[in-house]
């Protein structure tokens, strides 16, 4: 099997800037808004902070940026966004009927933190 070479510093320079436009994508194209009935995937106008899947792109994205290549270095930032994925993760959120307004503040607390760093 053939093992591939680290990426070079321009793959990694181009890693973190699709990363950085992807969080930032996330939470100024998405709608903090709370609607009143519940949204689902198949709804044409689905973009909102509030679906659980919008936090599975978000976990995935924080996850590529904190752990996989280990971009985010400052304690203090990787502590937080540490802390934000072990609760997005959690059977509490899991098992939240709906996601609350304190979810989303905090989810745009932690992309500002990670853009920060990246």
Same mark, same amino acid.
Request: net charge negative; aromatic share 12%; hydrophobic share 40%.
């Given at each position: 099997?053939?093992?591939? +070479?680290?990426? +070079?510093?321009?793959?990694? +320079?181009?890693?973190?800037?699709?990363?950085?436009?992807?969080?930032?994508?996330?939470?100024?194209?998405?709608?903090?808004?709370?609607?009143?009935?519940?949204?689902?995937?198949?709804?044409?106008?689905?973009?909102?902070?509030?679906?659980?899947?919008?936090?599975?792109?978000?976990? !995935?994205?924080?996850?590529?940026?904190?752990?996989?290549?280990?971009?985010?270095?400052?304690?203090? !930032?990787?502590?937080?966004?540490?802390?934000?994925?072990?609760?997005?993760?959690?059977?509490?959120?899991?098992?939240?009927?709906?996601?609350?307004?304190?979810?989303?503040?905090? !989810?745009?607390?932690?992309?500002?933190?990670?853009?920060?760093?990246?």
């Amino acid at each position: 099997m053939e093992q591939k +070479s680290p990426p +070079s510093p321009q793959e990694l +320079s181009q890693e973190r800037l699709k990363l950085k436009q992807h969080l930032v994508w996330l939470k100024n194209d998405y709608s903090d808004e709370i609607p009143e009935e519940v949204i689902h995937s198949n709804n044409p106008s689905n973009k909102f902070k509030v679906r659980k899947n919008w936090f599975v792109e978000l976990n !995935a994205a924080l996850w590529m940026a904190v752990d996989y290549w280990k971009f985010i270095k400052k304690e203090e !930032a990787t502590v937080e966004i540490q802390k934000f994925l072990t609760y997005i993760t959690s059977e509490e959120f899991g098992r939240k009927p709906l996601t609350e307004a304190r979810d989303i503040e905090w !989810a745009n607390r932690v992309i500002d933190i990670a853009v920060a760093e990246l």
